[in-house]
T-cell receptor, first 112, second 116 residues
Framework: KQEVTQIPAALSVPEGENLVLNCSFT??????LQWFRQDPGKGLTSLLL?????REQTSGRLNASLDKSSGRSTLYIAASQPGDSATYLC???????????FGTGTKLQVIP | DAMVIQNPRYQVTQFGKPVTLSCSQT?????MYWYQQKSSQAPKLLFH???????NEADTPDNFQSRRPNTSFCFLDIRSPGLGDAAMYLC????FGKGGSGQPQHFGDGTRLSIL
């Protein structure tokens, strides 16, 4: 059974800092990994999807990397802004190619 | 814009009174998912449809049912809501082909269900 862990569970940083969120998974036989953002009381917004053949994906100030062999992914946020404050979740395929397992999430607060 | 729309955004029902949540999509995706998310927890998959094929999770209570009358719509029925069913319910879609590597899941804004 796929298990996904995110560290840290919560993070508070001053505006402008670069930061890294971590995601680890137990079953490395995945074909992609997705990072999401969730604002309070809202649904999930897809940030980045990394296919297993890729090592990283970039979108604006976000960069996600994937190391299948070690069962890890990182989400790098450059020059953090207060608007980045949200919970960030990673998700990996599990139990069949149509389902995903979500990580426990990292709640990020960027202080102005 | 193509999107996933959930109605209503907030739903209040009485203990034991059946309730239906709806989800529609304009993405023409063949897979639709229903998740339950409780406060500070990760979304938990209840079931999903691949086209018309219904796939239930082993630990989804019988109290939860789903219908997908066509590609665009999917409904979540809770037959006799209990206090423990108060949560955010999220609908998501994705597209999958045989042998494909999968595409991003797209989520609606969710329906927050309260039980009185």
């Amino acid at each position: 059974k796929q298990e996904v862990t995110q560290i840290p569970a919560a993070l508070s940083v001053p505006e402008g800092e670069n930061l890294v969120l971590n995601c680890s998974f137990t079953d490395s036989a995945i074909y992609n990994l997705q990072w999401f953002r969730q604002d309070p009381g809202k649904g999930l917004t897809s940030l980045l999807l990394i296919q297993s053949s890729q090592r990283e994906q970039t979108s604006g100030r976000l960069n996600a990397s994937l190391d299948k062999s070690s069962g890890r992914s990182t989400l790098y946020i450059a020059a953090s802004q207060p608007g980045d404050s949200a919970t960030y979740l990673c998700a990996v395929p599990s139990g069949g190619y149509q389902k995903v397992t979500f990580g426990t999430g990292t709640k990020l607060q960027v202080i102005p | 814009d193509a999107m996933v729309i959930q109605n209503p955004r907030y739903q209040v029902t009485q203990f034991g009174k059946p309730v239906t949540l709806s989800c529609s999509q304009t993405l023409n995706h063949n897979v639709m998912y229903w998740y339950q998310q409780k406060s500070s927890q990760a979304p938990k998959l209840l079931f999903h449809y691949y086209d018309k094929d219904f796939n239930n999770e082993a630990d989804t209570p019988d109290n939860f049912q789903s219908r997908r009358p066509n590609t665009s719509f999917c409904f979540l029925d809770i037959r006799s809501p209990g206090l423990g069913d108060a949560a955010m319910y999220l609908c998501a879609t994705s597209t999958f082909g045989k042998g494909g590597s999968g595409q991003p899941q797209h989520f609606g804004d969710g329906t927050r269900l309260s039980i009185l």
